[in-house]
């Protein structure tokens, strides 16, 4: 995996919209392999939390694809908190990106769809897994 690359597309996402106060780019096994987190933010997440977060947004995601055959095939996944906003948004098969934002976020579907997703559609042959 060219870690350079993930590196860069993480600072892409978190400086594509203020909203964004961190970014993690997650393996299948939920092995955060890249994170970025704007300066001055506060994720309220330890860094094993952050992994907690990763472990289960996989888990869900996983359970979920069993219902695609019926429901279509999940686009982003969010999840609004107290303090916070979450996303999960697969990348391929083998990754996954995911955002934390400031609680008072509210356009996050135009965010997504407008921003986020053609920035992955654009670099989704670079996402590529080491042979398991």
């Known amino acids: 995996m060219d870690y350079e690359f993930l590196y860069s597309f993480s600072k892409r996402v978190l400086s594509s919209d203020e909203s964004i106060s961190w970014v993690g780019i997650t ?8 994170t970025e987190q704007r300066p001055g933010s506060n994720t309220f997440l330890t860094d094993e939390e952050n992994e907690e977060f990763s472990s289960s947004s996989i888990t869900r995601h996983r359970k979920i694809t069993m219902l695609e055959p019926k429901i279509g095939k999940v686009k982003y996944a969010f999840g609004r908190y107290k303090n916070l ?3 999960t948004i697969p990348i391929n098969e083998d ?20 921003k986020i997703i053609p920035m992955i559609e654009n670099e989704k042959l670079r996402f590529v897994a080491p042979s398991d």
């Open 27 to 34: 393996n299948k096994y939920s092995v955060l392999l890249a």
């Open 85 to 87: 906003c979450r996303a």
């Open 95 to 114: 990754f996954y990106l995911l955002l934390m934002f400031d609680s008072a976020t509210r356009y996050f579907d135009d965010l997504f769809t407008a």
